[in-house]
T-cell receptor, first 120, second 112 residues
Framework: GAVVSQHPSRVICKSGTSVKIECRSLDFQATTMFWYRQFPKKSLMLMAT?????????EQGVEKDKFLINHASLTLSTLTVTSAHPEDSSFYIC????????????????FGPGTRLTVL | QQPVQSPQAVILREGEDAVINCSSS?????VHWYRQKHGEAPVFLMI?????EQKGHEKISASFNEKKQQSSLYLTASQLSYSGTYFC?????????????FGKGTLLTVNP
């Protein structure tokens, strides 16, 4: 159990366009979803934490107007990279953490497969 | 604050053992261990809560020393499939129960 999907897996876009990435928890309800960014051979850097039905909490240095996060339901969160530029190229990974008593009751995070964004 | 992992990299022959350490300068509520293979998402291995517990998953186990703010991951009789980058993620005491701060990772290579 505890499967998280992410779509798309890869996206290539032109500079200035916006890209939306979806993260879904397939077999459990995720009260909290996290968005990370990972550069090659580097660690995962938390960008923001989103709770269902409320505004996302962004980490210091992350532009909330550039990285729009929506957590509309207990199974879906979206990250929109607005007006993307080459420096936004990266591997974006979401994770989900669930309700007490479920597969993620101790705060375990289950990760999606990631989205590789390339901005030309 | 980012936990410190050591070593940065380790190379093993199949069947050998390894220990990966994770330490924090802050009081910890829990430590999470993940393994990531190249180009893939991290896979959850185990979580340890404060209380000095030790956990095991097949030939992979871990300990958590709350007083020392340290955790260690033990891989015994390593298999080729154990290759990957291991990350510890820590949750600070008094902080959000679900916000993880990851270490820089330890690259483990298991050769035949």
């Amino acid at each position: 159990g505890a499967v998280v999907s992410q779509h798309p897996s890869r996206v290539i876009c032109k500079s200035g366009t916006s890209v939306k990435i979806e993260c879904r928890s397939l077999d459990f309800q995720a009260t909290t979803m996290f968005w990370y960014r990972q550069f090659p051979k580097k660690s995962l850097m938390l960008m923001a934490t989103s709770n269902e039905g409320s505004k996302a909490t962004y980490e210091q240095g992350v532009e909330k107007d550039k990285f729009l996060i929506n957590h509309a339901s207990l199974t879906l969160s979206t990250l929109t990279v607005t007006s993307a530029h080459p420096e936004d190229s990266s591997f974006y990974i979401c994770s989900a953490s669930g309700l007490a008593g479920g597969p993620s009751s101790l705060g375990e995070q289950f990760f999606g497969p990631g989205t590789r964004l390339t901005v030309l | 604050q980012q936990p410190v992992q050591s070593p940065q990299a380790v190379i093993l022959r199949e069947g050998e053992d390894a220990v990966i350490n994770c330490s924090s300068s802050k009081a910890l509520y829990s430590v999470h261990w993940y393994r990531q293979k190249h180009g893939e998402a991290p896979v959850f291995l185990m979580i340890l809560l404060k209380g000095g517990e030790q956990k095991g998953h097949e030939k992979i186990s871990a300990s958590f020393n709350e007083k020392k703010q340290q955790s260690s991951l033990y891989l015994t009789a390593s298999q080729l499939s154990y290759s990957g980058t291991y990350f510890c993620g820590t949750v600070n005491s008094g902080g959000s129960n679900y916000k993880l701060t990851f270490g820089k990772g330890t690259l483990l290579t298991v050769n035949p």
